[in-house]
């Protein structure tokens, strides 16, 4: 019904930048709330932001806050995740997911990998 196709991921070095795209399709992008989570090797998956279906709900969590943002183009059905000043410890990979009703993020991209090294 609905599909997540991350995308951006790479290899970059200590402060660098990058920009991952989350491209939905099969229905409008304002239908869902927005997700980014990553999952370190041999680590849970986690929380790193959040958009609400109206987007006025735009929310890094506080360790990221300030490196990370979140952002949305509807005319392209494309989520952002913009990463700046990367560490080491962001290494991970990345996945969007996608909020319809409120019941949780049920709908999830395959992963972008995001490897931050010196």
């Known amino acids: 019904q609905v599909q997540l196709v991350e995308s951006g991921g790479g290899l970059v070095q200590p402060g660098d930048s990058l920009r991952l795209s989350c491209v939905v399709s099969?229905?409008?992008?304002?239908?869902?709330?927005m997700g980014w989570f990553r999952q370190a090797p041999g680590k849970e998956r986690k929380f790193v932001g959040g958009?609400?279906?109206?987007?006025?709900?735009?929310l890094v969590t506080e360790s990221l806050r300030g490196r990370f943002n979140i952002s949305r183009d509807t005319d392209k059905n494309t989520v952002y995740l913009q990463m700046n000043n990367l560490k080491p410890e962001d290494t991970a990979i990345y996945f969007c997911?996608?909020?319809?009703?409120?019941?949780?993020?049920?709908?999830w991209g395959q992963g972008t990998q995001v490897t931050v090294s010196s």
């Open positions: 997911a996608a909020d319809r009703d409120g019941e949780g993020y049920k709908f």
């Open positions: 099969g229905r409008p992008i304002g239908d869902y709330a």
């Open positions: 958009l609400s279906r109206s987007a006025i709900y735009n």
